[in-house]
């Protein structure tokens, strides 16, 4: 309850701050409209650090084309980020050990 009664206030100041910003008290629902688009446009617009997912998938043969079931590994997938080569035996650069490597990010 006190999570959603946050972001209740937050609304309130935006708003507050529009009806002050504009002078225009009388257009309520215009400003809502105006609130709430503009916030859908931000998240859509680039990747947040809580949207993104990173996870580990093994492909034990190797092929030109690989499939797998989206769903099983993001369970909320939106959209794609990137994807990246990994090599389970090449040597970490930090502690030199052959613990795995990130490889190069795939074009796509």
Do not use: W
Not at 14 to 34: F, H
Not at 57 to 70: E, G, K, L, N, Y
Request: aromatic share 16%.
């Amino acid at each position: 309850m006190e999570r959603l009664r946050g972001k209740f206030c937050r609304y309130q100041q935006i708003y507050n701050d529009v009806i002050g910003l504009t002078g225009r008290s009388g257009l309520v629902t215009e400003t809502t409209i105006a609130i709430k688009s503009a916030t859908l446009s931000l998240h859509q617009r680039d990747f947040y650090h809580k949207d993104i997912s990173e996870v580990s998938i093994d492909f034990f043969t190797s092929a030109f084309f690989f499939q797998f079931d989206v769903g099983q590994y993001f369970p909320n997938f939106r959209t794609l980020n990137y994807i990246r080569k990994y090599d389970p035996a090449g040597i970490n650069n930090l502690t030199q050990l052959p613990t795995g490597q990130a490889g190069d990010y795939l074009k796509f």
